[in-house]
Antibody
């Protein structure tokens, strides 16, 4: 059973860096799936943040690209997100998810999700 | 940029009703189209991918169809556990979501 669990501070000061980790169990992060972050501001819809692969390849939302860093640690079977210079607009529920991506098969979807972690940006 | 518009944004229905949710793209898109269900306080759950393929374990009352600019998610007989918000998602260089359709009890 694939399980993902987000962890990190629930409160971040404005202008500082938000750091989250997603621990994966029941599946090797080094296999053929990609791994992603999605966020959801309170009462609003879903926004993709970025996707990474065990090779270290990263793909970021163009609107957030200048502030995002995603890394992957295959030895710990986890991947991480750093979002710099946060403002109140970055307050959201942050989800990590497994990504099935195949251009040959015309597939891109998120099939397993973590429970989400609420990050509030406030002083 | 391609936009995904879901309609309706809000839907009131009764148990047993047939429900159809539409996801319209601002231009023709490929079948990189997925549907998710999000119950209150929970993470989204994948229902359909590749426009019409049912994810393993998802009840057969859910179905997806469409091509080009219009895609639909149909629930053939609404059950109490189906009252939730539904999102479509497409990939065009990067993934993005529709605005959501909230299905509430009439």
């Amino acid at each position: 059973q694939v399980q993902l669990q987000e962890s990190g501070p629930g409160l971040v000061n404005p202008s500082e860096t938000l750091s989250l980790t997603c621990a994966v169990s029941g599946y090797s992060i080094s296999s053929s799936y990609y791994w992603g972050w999605i966020r959801q501001p309170p009462g609003k819809g879903l926004e993709w943040i970025g996707t990474t692969y065990h090779s270290g390849s990263t793909y970021y939302n163009p609107s957030l690209r200048s502030r995002i860093t995603m890394t992957i640690d295959t030895s710990k079977n986890q991947f991480s997100l750093r979002l710099s210079s946060v403002t109140a607009a970055d307050t959201a529920l942050y989800y990590c998810a497994r990504v099935r991506w195949s251009n040959a098969a015309v597939l891109y979807y998120f099939d397993y999700w973590g429970q989400g972690t609420l990050v509030t940006v406030s002083s | 940029d391609i936009q995904l518009t879901q309609s309706p944004s809000f839907l009131s229905a009764s148990v047993g009703d047939r429900v159809t949710i539409t996801c319209r793209a601002s231009q023709g898109i490929s079948s990189y189209l997925a549907w998710y269900q999000q119950e209150p306080g929970k993470a989204p759950k994948l229902l359909i991918y590749a426009a019409s393929t049912l994810q393993s374990g998802v009840p057969s009352r859910f179905s997806g169809s469409g091509s080009g600019t219009e895609f639909t998610l149909t629930i053939s007989s609404l059950q109490p556990e189906d009252f939730a918000t539904y999102y479509c998602q497409h990939f065009n260089g990067y993934p993005f979501f529709g605005g959501g359709t909230k299905v509430e009890i009439k």
